[in-house]
Nanobody, 121 residues
Framework: QVQLVESGGGSVQAGGSLTLACVVS??????????MTWFRQTPGKEREYVAR????????SYAASVANRFYISKDDANTTLFLEMDKLKPEDTALYYC????????????WGRGTQVTVSS
């Protein structure tokens, strides 16, 4: 059973930085073949796509709201996904989730429980 556990959230002032991590276990050595995505959600709003990295790590994409401030990466050897967040804004406050799917799947199949990021002005 694939399990995802996020960490690294916390409280920071606007303009600060945080790096989130998502450790994937139970993938049977298949982490390097998974497409990994970060999402975020605030109460009363729909879940929002943040960033995605391809299975081979060569292709990344970002939501317009975080482009040039957030950077997604992964460490296949340690089955860990990262999200480096710089120049944080109060509107980045949310519960951040990581998700995984096979490249041929349309929907994300496995989800973490999230880590809270709070940015104060």
């Amino acid at each position: 059973q694939v399990q995802l556990v996020e960490s690294g959230g916390g409280s920071v002032q606007a303009g600060g930085s945080l790096t989130l991590a998502c450790v994937v276990s139970g993938s049977g050595g298949m982490f390097g073949t998974l497409v990994m995505t970060w999402f975020r959600q605030t109460p009363g709003k729909e879940r929002e796509y943040v960033a995605r990295i391809s299975d081979n790590g060569r292709t990344t994409s970002y939501a317009a709201s975080v482009a040039n401030r957030f950077y997604i990466s992964k460490d296949d050897a340690n089955t860990t996904l990262f999200l480096e967040m710089d120049k944080l804004k109060p509107e980045d406050t949310a519960l951040y989730y990581c998700a995984a799917r096979w490249p041929q799947s349309r929907d994300d199949e496995w989800w973490g429980r999230g880590t809270q990021v709070t940015v104060s002005s």
